[in-house]
């Protein structure tokens, strides 16, 4: 076995990483598994999507110094506008009215994911074992015993006082300790692109309620939006083969003319929804977080930023030094329980709410 580590963190998406980051200063030894190299095209976290930030989320990224590295590519929103296809209701929200620079900022994946793995190579306490991945977790009393296959065949065991389970929503860890989910499958697919319209969006989000789901349009820096368009998963797959002229005018259909028509479309991937929900957050000496703990549809655009969430309140009780002789001790367990309660129940209330309602067919409900 290799020297043991204080926490073990499996999954170097974007969650993952920034727990790294965040734990690198702290006076413990962090190791970090992903399954997939940084810069391999079969990378899932940092694909072609864009993520929509919180202005929670610039905060935890300044505070890490990040920022200034990624807000060269993170483009304003300004404002968000909210309608429902065939009402006449809409809501419009506007930073400068909240005395807020922005409400939130757009930012590619891939840009996310290019300035953590920069900032994990200057990290000399960090260890990574990337491409890699777990295949044997065995909980003990004081610690846990991981077992690791590199890509060329090779294993490795590690010994570690805290495993942080944050490898997706079909998380291996969390199967692993004994934690249960809860998956509801919305009977959805978001195609995903980027489109160019007519006229500049003018930093402006749009969320557009329609029968068969919703359709968000993300400002890009480059005057392009990037379009999360909602089906039927049946319909999903007949719309990736769909011609760019057939795409868009089916887009057009459902968003209307707000930024004149829509003249050129990027490549298009599609991704299932479902809402998973674990059925705790802990185990002993195991933390679940981001997508591990919630999957959430991404009607509100709150998926990462909750599991950034989780990934800085963790690194926040450590550093407060509650876990200086041991981070995978109980009450370091159920502090981080308790704090993360609050948030992740009503986040994943709301965005699934927010589904369920605008789907609702029932007239009443609807009105």
């Excluded at 963190?9 to 992903?34: D, W």
């Excluded at 929103?77 to 909210?82: C, D, N, Q, S």
């Excluded at 005057?223 to 007949?238: F, I, K, P, Y």
Aim: charged share 20%; net charge neutral; with cysteine.
């Amino acid at each position: 076995m290799n020297d043991p580590v204080d926490v073990l963190i499996v999954g170097g998406g974007l969650v993952g990483a920034s727990l790294a980051v965040a734990l690198a200063p702290l006076p413990l030894r962090v190791a970090l598994v992903e399954a997939v190299a940084f810069d391999a095209p079969a990378q899932p976290s940092f694909d072609e999507r864009t993520t929509a930030l919180s202005n929670a989320s610039r905060r935890v990224f300044e505070a890490l110094d990040l920022w200034r590295d990624i807000s060269p590519a993170a483009t304003p929103i300004e404002r968000i506008h909210i309608s429902d296809r065939g009402r006449f209701g809409f809501a419009r929200i506007e930073a400068a009215q909240q005395g807020l620079d922005a409400l939130g900022y757009v930012v590619p994946n891939r840009v996310l994911g290019r300035v953590l793995w920069s900032a994990l190579q200057v990290r000399p306490r960090l260890s990574v074992y990337a491409p890699a991945e777990v295949v044997r977790i065995e909980p003990g009393p004081d610690s846990v015993a991981v077992e690791i296959r590199r890509a060329d065949g090779s294993t490795a065991a590690i010994g570690a006082r805290l495993v942080v389970a944050a490898d997706g929503a079909k998380s291996a860890v969390r199967t692993a300790v004994g934690v249960s989910s809860q998956v509801r499958d919305y009977g959805q697919t978001a195609v995903i692109t980027t489109v160019q319209p007519q006229q500049f969006h003018g930093f402006t989000a749009y969320e557009r309620f329609t029968d068969e789901g919703p359709l968000a349009m993300l400002p890009l820096a480059d005057g392009r939006c990037g379009a999360v368009l909602t089906l039927a998963h049946e319909r999903a797959r007949q719309a990736l083969d769909w011609s760019d002229a057939q795409y868009l005018a089916e887009l057009q259909s459902r968003f209307g003319f707000r930024l004149g028509r829509f003249v050129k479309a990027g490549r298009r991937a599609g991704y299932p929804l479902a809402l998973m929900r674990s059925a705790a957050t802990s185990a002993p000496r195991c933390i679940i977080m981001g997508n591990a703990a919630q999957s959430l549809h991404p009607v509100a655009g709150m998926g990462f930023n909750l599991g950034l969430r989780d990934a800085a309140c963790l690194a926040e009780i450590l550093a407060d030094g509650q876990g200086a002789a041991d981070c995978g001790s109980t009450p370091v367990l159920a502090r981080y329980d308790a704090w993360r309660a609050q948030d992740r129940r009503g986040i994943i209330g709301f965005t699934d709410s927010l589904v369920r309602l605008f789907g609702n067919p029932l007239e009443p409900v609807r009105l």
